[in-house]
């Protein structure tokens, strides 16, 4: 299984990103597909997940601004990010829960918002 994730940059407060990530390889019809971030010095720390079904779960920071979404189709989940803030700066990793077969990770891709 391989992720690849696409979308990061830079942008100046209150701005707008989309990040996505696509998943490839044995993957299962039931799974999570989602994103976490890191910040320099910090803990990894939920951004936001989706369910194959389409349940959801936020991380508290980011509830109002961000929106998940995926494509099961294609194995792809996507990430808007509104009304960002410099505290949103970080590495975003894409994650998919592919069942008994565990866990995985994307590369990281960087975001940065200036303020």
């Known amino acids: 299984v391989q992720l690849q994730a696409f979308g990061g940059g830079l942008v100046q407060a209150g701005g707008s990103l989309r990040l996505s990530c696509a998943a490839s390889?044995?993957?299962?019809?039931?799974?999570?597909m989602g994103w976490y971030r890191q910040a320099p010095g910090k803990q990894r720390e939920l951004v936001a997940t989706m369910h194959s079904v389409g349940s959801t779960a936020y991380g508290d920071s980011v509830k109002g601004r961000f929106t998940i979404s995926r494509d099961n189709a294609y194995n792809t989940v996507h990430l808007q990010m509104n009304n960002l803030k410099p505290e949103d700066t970080a590495v975003y990793y894409c994650q998919l829960k592919n069942g008994i077969r565990g866990d995985y990770w994307g590369q990281g891709t960087l975001v940065t918002v200036s303020s």
């Open positions: 390889g044995s993957i299962f019809s039931i799974n999570t």
